[in-house]
């Protein structure tokens, strides 16, 4: 699995953007999808995770009811939309991919269960 992301830009305060992960090679309904963040200096957190079978998802608090994230099977794209962006959002945006999918069975982001990453996509706020 070979992921790419793009997408990225920048928006000011209450602004929305969405990013996409296309992913290549061999697919499986219990992959677990997630899209990650790292700002400078701090460590990298899970913002928004998908089973790419039943498409059930979840999101980290800080974004819950701003972000979605959801699939395009036909294209092999997850996109992660994100409305309403605050300054503290600004951060590189990894996209990754847990073939077991046991990540999402234990709702968790921890980043030790994704074997795959992308190389990232600049997501920029200013107020």
């Known amino acids: 699995v070979h992921l790419v992301e793009s997408g990225g830009g920048s928006v000011t305060t209450g602004g929305s953007l969405t990013i996409s992960c296309e992913a290549s090679?061999?697919?499986?309904?219990?992959?677990?999808m997630a899209w990650f963040r790292q700002a400078p200096g701090k460590e990298r957190e899970g913002v928004a995770q998908?089973?790419?079978?039943?498409?059930?998802?979840h999101l980290a608090e800080s974004v819950e009811g701003r972000f979605t994230v959801y699939l395009d099977k036909a294209e092999n794209r997850m996109y992660l939309q994100m409305d309403s962006l605050k300054v503290e959002d600004s951060a590189m945006y990894y996209c990754?991919?847990?073939?077991?999918?046991?990540?999402?069975?234990?709702?968790?982001?921890?980043?030790?269960?994704?074997?795959?990453w992308g190389q990232g996509t600049q997501v920029t706020v200013s107020s």
């Open positions: 990754a991919a847990d073939l077991s999918g046991n990540s999402c069975s234990y709702r968790t982001f921890r980043d030790t269960y994704y074997e795959k």
């Open positions: 998908i089973r790419y079978g039943s498409g059930v998802t």
């Open positions: 090679g061999p697919t499986s309904s219990n992959r677990c």
